[in-house]
């Protein structure tokens, strides 16, 4: 993959090819790119923000990138609904979709731990086949078509981008990449049942990217998250060559409209051979339960 790839026009009638998927997988980088220096630049000017009904916090950075992220895929391929996060949630999916999230770890990003992401992701069908997840405040950028690919940035640009993969299960044991902000019972008992050698703290999608180039080994959530967070991640860390998978074992599909696009548990690995040692319940335990 490289960043000087022409940006395909895409088909409605068809899946997206391997060359083309690259392609927008590169294109996304550098919108996700663009986005995050708009949150660079919120954060080193201060950001006002406020709790939305879920109590989860949204700012005017949140907006700011939304906007940018939404405009740039809309002048790139006019007539591919939109599903982002803060302006554009209710809107149906198509046979190919966007899913954004423009700021994910608000929470990080307002307390300046740099530890957030930009993540966007194209979908056909019910997975994703294309997308990007940028953290810039680490100055990086993952992005992947038909395989993974991490890239510096550099003047708020993707740098030349290199191949990556998740590794195997080290001798060592797990490095379990747990969140700083949230935590349940349940992700306790699942990572009870794996061979963890160690806990690192990590918020957002970051998760994703440091599974997809083997700086962590798993990651487990069965609180409740949106399809926006975990699409571009997901789709990063299996062409990498790791998995996600929810109760049944099986990947995600997205587009869950009619379930207003939420998620159900699941755990995330960078060797899939671990897969069937997760043990998640059925549904994301209520809050206060």
């Not at 299960?169 to 160690?198: F, K, Q, W, Y």
């Not at 789709?235 to 060559?241: C, F, P, Y």
């Not at 099986?250 to 207003?260: A, D, H, N, S, V």
Request: hydrophobic fraction near 45%; charge should be negative; proline fraction near 9%.
């Amino acid at each position: 993959m490289t960043s000087a790839l022409m940006t395909p026009a895409l088909a409605l009638d068809r899946l997206p090819t391997p060359s083309e998927r690259d392609a927008v997988a590169a294109r996304l980088a550098g919108i996700a790119a663009a986005a995050g220096e708009i949150l660079r630049e919120f954060e080193r000017g201060g950001c006002s923000h406020r709790l939305k009904a879920d109590g989860s916090p949204t700012s005017q950075a949140d907006l700011a990138a939304e906007a940018l992220i939404v405009a740039a895929l809309g002048e790139t391929w006019p007539g591919i609904p939109v599903i982002a996060e803060e302006t554009a949630a209710e809107a149906a999916p198509a046979a190919l979709f966007f899913l954004v999230d423009p700021l994910d770890g608000t929470k990080d990003f307002l307390k300046g731990t740099g530890e957030y992401t930009v993540n966007i992701a194209l979908v056909a069908g019910e997975r994703p086949v294309a997308a990007a997840l940028a953290a810039p405040a680490l100055g990086r950028v993952w992005a992947a078509g038909a395989g993974a690919a991490e890239a510096a940035l550099v003047e708020g640009r993707p740098g030349p981008f290199r191949p990556v993969s998740a590794r195997p299960l080290p001798p060592e044991g797990m490095t379990a990449l747990v969140s700083r902000s949230h935590g349940e019972a349940a992700d306790e008992a699942c990572l009870a049942n794996l061979p963890i050698g160690r806990r690192r703290g990590v918020s957002s999608a970051l998760k994703f990217g440091l599974l997809a180039c083997g700086e962590g080994d798993v990651y487990v959530r069965c609180g409740p998250t949106m399809e926006w967070d975990t699409a571009a991640g997901d789709h990063i860390l299996t062409q990498a060559g790791g998995c996600l998978v929810g109760p049944d074992g099986r990947p995600f599909g997205y587009g869950r409209l009619p379930g207003q696009y939420r998620n159900g548990p699941f755990a995330a690995f960078g060797d899939p051979s671990q897969a069937g040692r997760a043990v998640l319940p059925e549904r994301c335990p209520e809050r206060g339960a």
